[in-house]
Each structure stands twice: as structure tokens, then as C-alpha cells.
């Protein structure tokens, strides 16, 4: 996927550019990129007052072409879509939020994950997907979370034919409609699965292009201008 960085001078002018289409939502993003109706692509976010730069997946419905494309947001990033939308109104406050030094990117991925017990080997497991996964950790989608500050090691993919194992603690909740899940904060020091894993995140932010997966779903609409 073609990865669109769109900046905003204000909360207002990214409201401007943001509208309702299919109940899922649509963002006129600026960008002189090659772009046809119906391709996928990731849209990171960012504007004053925004803690993190945010990606959302997204399906480009129109374009003009040297000048912009209107983005429809993917159904199953509703939770970073409302989260920009309530943040630029005023609704949320920004320091309720989790800064973070590693860009996260929004992939559906196999995980594995094993709870670590003190004292006792690590016997149970929680099987699921991955909503998102940066340099520094992931987010977990579970119905049944571990509490937060427990050891889990995780075992994260296939993702390009590799997988990684991971080892960190969960380092909080979010039970809602859009996100019923765990974030888990990896170990400062980490084994070598880690630093290949950042290389590939790295590799893909640095080039623009990503591709791994998740982007099912989408349909494509129309020209525009």
C-alpha cells in the first residue's frame, strides 16, 4: 500500500477536510503521488495538539490528479477515526493519550501470545490478531485482556514469510466498540527478531510503500473534479 502523509496547520483545517461518506468517513488528503480510484493506501495523520502521528487504512474513492485524493476510511479504523474527530472538536483531551517513539502501523497479523508467570512456566495462551504493530510494541485485539503489567511473550506473523518472537508486558486496556483489546509495550532490550522487525517497519515507512496486508474490504466509488 501507498503510504500518504497528511499534515494539518490546525484542528480546524484537518475538520475541513474531513467529511461523512458511508458512514465510515472520507479525508481529502494533498499529495502529487500517482493515484487510482480504488487503491489502497495507509494516511498518517497529524495536526497541533495530536500526541502521536496516527495511521488509518483507506481506499482512494477520487483524485485530482497532481493535486489530491479523497481517502474513505476503512470500517475497522473507526476507533482512530473517531479519535481524530472528537480530538480536533475539543472533546478529548491529548495528554489522556499514550506518547510514543515508534510509528504504528494499522496490520491485522497472527499472534500468539503467552502469559509469564513468575514463578510458574508460562502455560496459558491467548490466540488472535494484531490491530497494529510499531518498533516499540503492538495492540492485541482479545475479549479477555491480561491485566496490565504482565509479562507476555508473544509470537508475531507470518509477516513476509518470517515471524517474530517478542517478549514485553501489557501496558494497557481499551474496552470499547471499535477497540476491545491490550497494548503491549516491548522490552527495551530485545533479541534479534526485534531489530529485524523494525528494520522491515523502517524499510516500509522510509519508501512509502507497505505491504502487509489487511486492506480487504474496500470498495471503490468515483471520479471527483
Request: charged share 25%; proline share 5%; glycine share 12%.
Amino acid at each position: 500500500m501507498r503510504l500518504l502523509t497528511c499534515s494539518f496547520a490546525s484542528p480546524s483545517e484537518f475538520l475541513e477536510c474531513y467529511s461523512v461518506e458511508s458512514g465510515e468517513g472520507a479525508l481529502d488528503c494533498l499529495t502529487r503521488s500517482s493515484l487510482d480510484i480504488g487503491q489502497p493506501v495507509l494516511v498518517e495523520v497529524w495536526f497541533p495538539g495530536l500526541p502521536n502521528p496516527t495511521l488509518m487504512r483507506g481506499l482512494v474513492v477520487a483524485v485530482r490528479r497532481g493535486h489530491s485524493a479523497r481517502v474513505r476510511i476503512h470500517s475497522g479504523d473507526g476507533y482512530c477515526r473517531d479519535f481524530l474527530v472528537r480530538l480536533a472538536r475539543g472533546e478529548l483531551e491529548p495528554e489522556d493519550q499514550i506518547e510514543r517513539s515508534h510509528r504504528r502501523i494499522p496490520v491485522a497479523l497472527p499472534v500468539t501470545c503467552r502469559i509469564e508467570e513468575v514463578d510458574d512456566p508460562a502455560t496459558e495462551r491467548l490466540v488472535g490478531m494484531t490491530h497494529d504493530v510499531g518498533g516499540g510494541g503492538a495492540w492485541v485485539q482479545s475479549a479477555a485482556p491480561p491485566a496490565v503489567g504482565t509479562r507476555v511473550s508473544i509470537v508475531l506473523g507470518p509477516l513476509h514469510g518470517q515471524t517474530f518472537r517478542l517478549d514485553g508486558r501489557v501496558a494497557w486496556l481499551r474496552r470499547d466498540t471499535w477497540a476491545h483489546g491490550f497494548g503491549i509495550r516491548f522490552d527495551a532490550k530485545q533479541s534479534r527478531d526485534a531489530g529485524r522487525l523494525r528494520a522491515m517497519l523502517r524499510r516500509a515507512c522510509e519508501t512509502g510503500w507497505v505491504g502487509f496486508g489487511g486492506e480487504a474490504g474496500l470498495g471503490a466509488s468515483r471520479s471527483w473534479g
